[in-house]
């Protein structure tokens, strides 16, 4: 998914100035204002406009696979899951494609021993914050997830809620990012690898906001 309609007004939230870029792409010129649709493709992600025109592929020469690609508050950069052989972790580019860098390290016991990975990143309204989730795999096996928060300006990030018990997904922040709506998965015994049975809508305040 994506969203339509996106307007780049000058930006007052703070950048990820991206470490040295991964991408030798070209950009895709993008000018403030005008409305585009982001969705995840085979490979790199898609920018279309809702009337059907200008659909081209961005990040599809990256190192990594583009997964939940999603935009920043002002329209001018997308966050997504960077999936390759060590797992995955947020990353993040210009909106036309340039300058993909990860915004956080692979812990080096990825994929095979102890490895906590960052998926289906959300920037916050305000664009100070982005959310995941971080599940954490032991050799493998689940061992908890937990729901978490990478501060824009800093890039240290937060673990709000964990659990042994539970999977979590699709964090969406509130309107004024002072709150977190996610999914929580609860299975019939060990997470992911029994039977689900069922899913419920959970809020968390992030404090300090």
């Not at 036309?96 to 990825?110: N, R, V």
């Not at 039977?195 to 809508?201: A, G």
């Amino acid at each position: 998914g994506g969203r339509p309609g996106v307007t780049a007004p000058p930006s007052t939230s703070p950048s990820l100035a991206p470490s040295p870029s991964t991408s030798a792409v070209t950009g895709y010129p993008i000018a403030d204002g005008e409305a585009w649709i982001l969705v995840g493709a085979d490979s790199g992600a898609i920018l279309v406009r809702p009337d059907g025109t200008g659909r081209h592929t961005i990040l599809d020469d990256i190192v990594v696979n583009v997964v939940t690609p999603r935009w920043s508050n002002d329209g001018r950069q997308i966050v997504f899951e960077g999936n390759g052989d060590r797992g995955s972790q947020l990353w993040a580019a210009n909106v036309d494609g340039t300058g993909a860098h990860a915004l956080m390290p692979t812990p080096d016991g990825c994929p095979n021993s102890t490895c906590t990975e960052g998926v289906q990143p959300a920037w916050s309204p305000d664009g100070r914050s982005i959310a995941y989730v971080a599940p954490t795999h032991v050799e493998g096996a689940f061992s908890k997830t937990a729901l978490a928060v990478l501060d824009v300006a800093t890039g240290t990030t937060t673990e709000l809620y964990s659990t042994d018990q539970s999977t979590f997904g699709r964090p969406t922040w509130s309107p004024d990012s002072r709150r977190i709506a996610f999914e929580i998965d609860r299975y019939e015994g060990i997470p992911e690898v029994t039977t689900l049975v069922s899913s419920s809508i959970a809020v968390i305040d992030v404090a300090d906001r």
